[in-house]
Nanobody, 124 residues
Framework: QVQLVESGGALVQAGGSLRLSCAVS????????MGWFRQVPGKERKFVAT????????FYSDSVKGRFTISRDNAKNTVYLQMNSLKPEDAAVYYC?????????????????WGQGTQVTVSS
């Protein structure tokens, strides 16, 4: 059974930084995708970033490229999302997701496992 547990969400001022963590338990490593999505009330969940666990290849949405960094720590079985230069429009519930590698990495359906979400609030 795979479980993903996010942490690190908080209230931060615009321009500030925050690091989200996703602790992974269960058999979801090797050629797996570990991604971050975000969702604001009333809107669909959107892709933020993903990392291929085995190779550490990363992919980002255009809206966060250059500001966010996704990484993973093999020893701790944890995925991180470092968020810098935060903007009010980055405020959302952030979800960690995991699945078997797919070229459709920006789509929710490519991820089988999801965390419960962590709230990020950005004040202007």
């Amino acid at each position: 059974q795979v479980q993903l547990v996010e942490s690190g969400g908080a209230l931060v001022q615009a321009g500030g930084s925050l690091r989200l963590s996703c602790a992974v338990s269960g058999s979801l490593f090797g050629n797996s995708l570990m991604g971050w999505f975000r969702q604001v009330p009333g809107k669909e969940r959107k892709f933020v970033a993903t990392i291929v666990w085995s190779s550490a290849y990363t992919f980002y949405s255009d809206s966060v490229k250059g500001r966010f960094t996704i990484s993973r720590d093999n020893a701790k079985n944890t995925v991180y999302l470092q968020m810098n230069s935060l903007k009010p429009e980055d405020a959302a519930v952030y979800y960690c997701a995991g699945g078997v590698y797919s070229r459709m990495f920006a789509q929710e359906r490519s991820y089988e496992y999801w965390g419960q979400g962590t709230q990020v609030t950005v004040s202007s």
